[in-house]
């Protein structure tokens, strides 16, 4: 497998989808200018709404999603791979779909994902944020050959949950993305301690676009796109506010970390044994 460049696009997307596709085609065409072969954008990447009502009367039907022609037509326009890290999906029974596409550089769309879980959860300073009310889970995870390896898909709470990304490395993947928008509190304590875990633990390259700065809907994210290689080494990483990084990428690397850290064919069966103080102190009595 041949070496190639990847990029991630960092953003601060708003409520308007016409202005975050403008800004998202620019970064994109400044990436693809800077040798660009691959280039991931971040998570809701066209809207960035927590107001239901009012993300419901931006949305369209995937039938109807202009912005994905846009994407396409860029894809084939500058020859590279592009990965729309999310954009939100009206489907037909009113929710939403938080959904990732791939177009090749012929701009065809060879793969999408629907985000598998959800982010329900109140944090503290009264952050509350309830996903699954507006937003269907996806069901499948889901793989896609690129011309340099294999790709495993993600959208930012997945990060949490290891064994997806083990599914992907024991399934082939050279590499996993991971587009977010993650909040300002959750990334300053977890961000680079997540995904560098899950490079490390899977012998992948990750690859992290995210939104970063205060958002319209009153949401600060934690930006920091990074790009990291399979021992766990983080080869590029953003600043603050909107931009894009981006690394030269040796697939070689994938197997020489797995082969280091066989850790992935020592997988084991086991059952749980429950020992505690209650049947010492019945052994007592």
């Known amino acids: 497998?041949?070496?190639?460049?990847?990029?991630?696009?960092?953003?601060?997307?708003?409520?308007?989808?016409?202005?975050?596709?403008?800004?998202?085609?620019?970064?994109?065409?400044?990436?693809?200018?800077?040798?660009?072969?691959?280039?991931?954008?971040?998570?809701?990447?066209?809207?960035?709404?927590?107001?239901?009502?009012?993300?419901?009367?931006?949305?369209?039907?995937?039938?109807?999603?202009?912005?994905?022609?846009?994407?396409?037509?860029?894809?084939?326009?500058?020859?590279?791979?592009?990965?729309?890290?999310?954009?939100?999906?009206?489907?037909?029974?009113?929710?939403?779909?938080?959904?990732?596409?791939?177009?090749?550089?012929?701009?065809?769309?060879?793969?999408?994902?629907?985000?598998?879980?959800?982010?329900?959860?109140?944090?503290?300073?009264?952050?509350?944020?309830?996903?699954?009310?507006?937003?269907?889970?996806?069901?499948?995870?889901?793989?896609?050959?690129?011309?340099?390896?294999?790709?495993?898909?993600?959208?930012?709470?997945?990060?949490?949950?290891?064994?997806?990304?083990?599914?992907?490395?024991?399934a082939g993947s050279d590499f996993v993305a991971i587009p977010a928008a993650f909040t300002e509190q959750t990334g300053r304590a977890h961000w680079h301690v997540l995904l560098r875990a899950r490079a490390i633990e899977t012998g992948c390259f990750v690859f992290s676009a995210a939104q970063s700065g205060a958002h319209d809907d009153g949401r600060r994210t934690y930006g920091h796109s990074m790009i990291i290689d399979p021992w766990g080494a983080i080869l590029a990483e953003a600043e603050d506010g909107p931009g894009f990084i981006t690394a030269e990428i040796d697939p070689q690397l994938t197997e020489k970390a797995r082969s280091r850290i066989p850790a992935l064919s020592h997988d084991r069966h086991f059952s749980i044994q429950m020992a505690g103080l209650a049947d010492d102190a019945e052994a007592a009595s």
């Open 1 to 170: 497998m041949t070496s190639f460049r990847a990029a991630c696009v960092q953003m601060c997307s708003g409520r308007k989808v016409s202005d975050n596709l403008k800004e998202a085609e620019a970064l994109v065409r400044a990436a693809a200018g800077q040798g660009a072969h691959y280039v991931l954008t971040p998570e809701m990447t066209t809207i960035m709404e927590l107001d239901r009502a009012s993300m419901q009367d931006e949305v369209t039907a995937e039938t109807d999603h202009e912005v994905l022609a846009t994407f396409s037509g860029l894809a084939r326009d500058l020859k590279i791979a592009l990965h729309v890290g999310s954009v939100a999906v009206r489907l037909d029974d009113g929710h939403l779909a938080n959904r990732a596409y791939l177009f090749g550089t012929d701009g065809r769309l060879q793969a999408s994902y629907d985000k598998l879980h959800m982010f329900d959860v109140d944090l503290a300073g009264g952050e509350s944020y309830r996903e699954s009310a507006s937003y269907q889970a996806g069901q499948d995870a889901v793989l896609a050959d690129l011309p340099w390896g294999r790709l495993g898909f993600s959208i930012c709470y997945d990060v949490r949950f290891p064994h997806l990304y083990r599914t992907y490395a024991k």
